[in-house]
Nanobody, 120 residues
Framework: QVQLVESGGGLVQAGGSLRLSCAAS????????MGWYRQAPGKQRELVTT???????NYADSVKGRFTISRDNAKNTVYLQMNSLKPEDTAVYYC??????????????WGQGTQVTVSS
């Protein structure tokens, strides 16, 4: 069984910063890409950023220059540093990981989501 547990969400004023963390645990053989998605009320879930096992990153245009993704492979953890936050960044943020468990095929796993609210 593989689990992703997120932490670090909260309420912040516009222009402020937050750091999200997501730790994967369980019977993990290997983690490929990891990433963050978000879903605002009444909107579809959208990609925010991804990072490969080798550290190659990809960002949505809306967060480029403000958000930074990083990972610690030894800890099976991915981070999202969010700076210069805007009210439109308000959403539930979900961690995603492509995991090869000890038994079974590579599958996508999701965290439970963490709320980020940016006040104007």
């Amino acid at each position: 069984q593989v689990q992703l547990v997120e932490s670090g969400g909260g309420l912040v004023q516009a222009g402020g910063s937050l750091r999200l963390s997501c730790a994967a645990s369980g019977s993990i053989l290997r983690i490929n890409a990891m990433g963050w998605y978000r879903q605002a009320p009444g909107k579809q879930r959208e990609l925010v950023t991804t990072i490969s096992s080798g550290g190659t990153t990809n960002y949505a245009d809306s967060v480029k220059g403000r958000f930074t993704i990083s990972r610690d492979n030894a800890k099976n953890t991915v981070y999202l540093q969010m700076n210069s936050l805007k009210p439109e960044d308000t959403a539930v943020y979900y961690c995603n990981a492509q995991v090869k468990p000890e038994w079974g095929r590579i599958s996508d796993y999701w965290g439970q989501g963490t709320q980020v609210t940016v006040s104007s």
